[in-house]
């Protein structure tokens, strides 16, 4: 749901807006096998048409289509919502031909490594912290073993270059590079207390500057690696 207010998205709208994962008569439709008990459920169901039925549109025409999270104890949890979401990413990621983005926050639980070869390229955020960097470690792991290929590490929040030197210095063995760096900005923190998108809010700030120097970084690798 974050991602409503950073897009900008009309309260209107946003007010609207049920994550996938709480939508129980839906998920019991689509995932329950006619004549089984209880614990037993269809593990692919069919999902084809819940991102055109269930996402929104804000600003620019992006889409956005509210997964939400499994309130279980352990991740990956074998459960009716995480097949359904699970299917869904496959779909989202492997069978549509469109530019997805997807934020998983800081959990692939719901990425298996067939959806895995549907991801181009996989953005690892950190903050300039030594738990924000032992977290990434860990996912960029858990990426390769899943079959990502290009892995790129973003430092984000980042108050100046002697903080840099010490990211490189953490992950000079990891064989994932340092890609590109986002200054901290107030201006970010001001657009989320007013509940207002950081476009919207201040298109100039240093962020939001860097943030297009990383677009137009993305849009070069395109080039180079996909279209050939």
């Given amino acids: 749901m974050n991602l409503s207010y950073t897009l900008g998205i009309e309260d209107e709208v946003k007010s609207k807006i049920v994550p996938i994962s709480e939508m129980t008569a839906m998920i019991e439709e689509r995932t329950s096998v006619k004549g089984a008990g209880g614990g037993v459920y269809n593990i692919n169901p069919e999902v084809a048409d819940i991102p055109d039925r269930f996402k929104v549109t804000g600003p620019d025409n992006l889409q956005l289509l509210v997964l939400g999270g499994i309130e279980e104890p352990a991740s990956g949890c074998l459960c009716p919502e995480n097949a359904l979401i699970?299917?869904?990413?496959?779909?989202?990621?492997?069978?549509?031909?469109?530019?997805?983005?997807?934020?998983?926050?800081?959990?692939?639980?719901?990425l298996g490594?067939?959806?895995a070869k549907g991801i181009d390229v996989m953005l690892v955020v950190t903050e300039p912290s030594q738990k924000s960097l032992d977290l990434c470690n860990k996912i960029i792991d858990l990426s390769k073993k899943l079959g990502v290929v290009?892995?790129?590490?973003?430092?984000?929040?980042?108050?100046?270059?002697?903080?840099?030197?010490?990211?490189?210095?953490?992950?000079?063995?990891?064989?994932?590079?340092?890609?590109?760096?986002?200054?901290?900005?107030?201006?970010?923190?001001?657009?989320?207390?007013?509940?207002?998108?950081?476009?919207?809010?201040?298109?100039?700030?240093?962020?939001?500057?860097?943030?297009?120097?990383?677009?137009?970084?993305?849009?070069?690798?395109?080039?180079?690696?996909?279209?050939?």
């Fill in 86 to 110: 699970r299917t869904l990413l496959f779909n989202l990621l492997v069978k549509r031909n469109e530019v997805i983005i997807v934020d998983f926050e800081a959990g692939l639980e719901h």
């Fill in 113 to 115: 490594r067939g959806t």
């Fill in 150 to 228: 290009n892995i790129f590490l973003i430092a984000n929040k980042v108050f100046d270059d002697s903080q840099l030197a010490i990211i490189n210095e953490r992950i000079k063995n990891w064989e994932i590079p340092l890609y590109h760096s986002i200054p901290f900005d107030l201006e970010i923190g001001k657009a989320d207390l007013k509940g207002t998108s950081p476009l919207d809010h201040n298109d100039k700030s240093e962020a939001i500057q860097s943030i297009g120097r990383l677009y137009d970084k993305l849009k070069k690798l395109k080039l180079e690696l996909f279209d050939l």
